[in-house]
């Protein structure tokens, strides 16, 4: 059930075109994986975590790809980042140690940074040099983002932080927080919001483990008393953080980790299940066909979003378009591994069966977060709704 080539968007003109890039991208995943140096995974954009991984592909320049050549980019098209983040969520590479810098904390500095904040953060992202995480949800903060409640109160010349992240991927093993605090209580909430960037090592952070239903640990709870920042922490302007946020969210929600997340579990079951009765089986087989239709479509969806982006538009109700649509595939292909493998495990040597059946379990218990992480469907269908179809907020 692979993608055929004349699927994917053609080749740039240029000395490396996608094709280029794809192979590329390929020949380090296989040469990886022939040597042991990892094992495809789902999710492995959250739950696959290698620095020296993230150092190959910098040397490759894939990491900050959009981004000026002054500070480590490639100056590539959206649309080819896409198309090498396919290839590794395809093969299930450990792309989580740069895969927040990368994604969006990277960009926004791009656009809302300091020239001092972007000469030293971003080539140490395009390098593979530094982790981050980002500090937005809270307790009663989730998908209500402008919610927040931790402070960060002016004093002298920085800032005091106090309150309590939750939810925050990779703390434990981050070198920066990308932070969201209130610096004004005094109007509506989704005013007196700014950002920082916080060293992780700042004295006043307590990381705390929070391991997911399936008993994995890459979220925590981070708590801040009497963290202080310097002022040249902000991003942005003071107060504006939530237009920042907005912008933030759109590279979060817009890409195709919505939608291949499961997928490597998909290819993995179909090739060990090959030959046996269940894939003759024509509801199955129905089901197979529809999730890959939906796939294509789906993948339409993100490449829009990232041709949008390289004609300088901000793809907001496309990205919740193809989130919603992308996180609710997820589940269902994590619904139909789960169904072929209730068919089909008790056949499998014993091997094959242990390969696969702790994958699948994890798929299965995972799979509702999918539409609650990076914003709710429903908070989705309401950006649809009001600003992609113009109806009322009543």
């Not at 959009?66 to 969520?89: C, H, I, K, M």
């Not at 479509?297 to 979003?305: D, E, F, N, Q, S």
């Amino acid at each position: 059930m692979t993608t055929s080539s004349s699927a994917r968007p053609a080749a740039r003109d240029g000395d490396v075109g996608v094709d280029a890039l794809r192979r590329s991208v390929r020949e380090l995943t296989e040469r990886w994986q022939h040597e042991h140096r990892y094992v495809p995974r789902s999710d492995a954009w959250m739950r696959s975590f290698d620095p020296a991984f993230s150092a190959a592909l910098a040397d490759l320049g894939l990491i900050g790809m959009t981004w000026p050549r002054a500070f480590g980019g490639a100056q590539r098209s959206n649309v080819e980042r896409l198309a090498v983040t396919e290839e590794l969520l395809r093969a299930g590479a450990p792309v989580a140690a740069h895969w927040l810098g990368d994604r969006q904390v990277g960009p926004s500095i791009l656009r809302f940074g300091t020239a001092e904040q972007r000469r030293e953060i971003l080539p140490r992202i395009t390098a593979g040099a530094i982790v981050f995480c980002v500090g937005l949800s809270e307790p009663n903060a989730g998908s209500d983002a402008a919610a927040v409640t931790t402070q960060a109160v002016e004093d002298g010349d920085g800032f005091v932080i106090h309150g309590q992240k939750i939810w925050t991927s990779f703390a434990h093993q981050a070198d920066y927080c990308y932070l969201v605090a209130r610096t004004d209580a005094s109007g509506p909430k989704h005013k007196g919001i700014s950002e920082f960037i916080v060293p992780m090592a700042t004295p006043g952070i307590t990381v705390r483990p929070l391991l997911d239903m399936t008993g994995e640990h890459h979220f925590n709870e981070v708590f801040f008393d009497d963290v202080r920042v310097p002022r040249t922490a902000l991003i942005g302007q003071k107060d504006r953080g939530w237009y920042q946020i907005a912008v933030q969210l759109d590279y979060e929600r817009g890409g195709i980790e919505r939608v291949l997340s499961n997928w490597p579990l998909l290819e993995d079951a179909l090739a060990a299940l090959r030959g046996r009765a269940v894939l003759s089986d024509p509801v199955m087989r129905d089901r197979l066909a529809g999730l890959r239709v939906d796939l294509e479509i789906a993948r339409l969806m993100v490449y829009r979003i990232a041709w949008l982006a390289d004609h300088g538009r901000v793809p907001n109700v496309e990205a919740a378009v193809a989130k919603s649509f992308g996180t609710e595939l997820e589940q269902r292909i994590a619904e139909a591994v789960g169904s072929l493998f209730q068919m089909a495990a008790l056949g499998l040597a014993g091997s094959a069966r242990a390969a696969l059946e702790g994958r699948v379990a994890r798929a299965l218990l995972y799979a509702p977060a999918y539409t609650i992480q990076g914003g709710t469907s429903n908070i989705l269908r309401n950006i649809i709704a009001h600003r992609g179809l113009g109806l009322p907020a009543d």
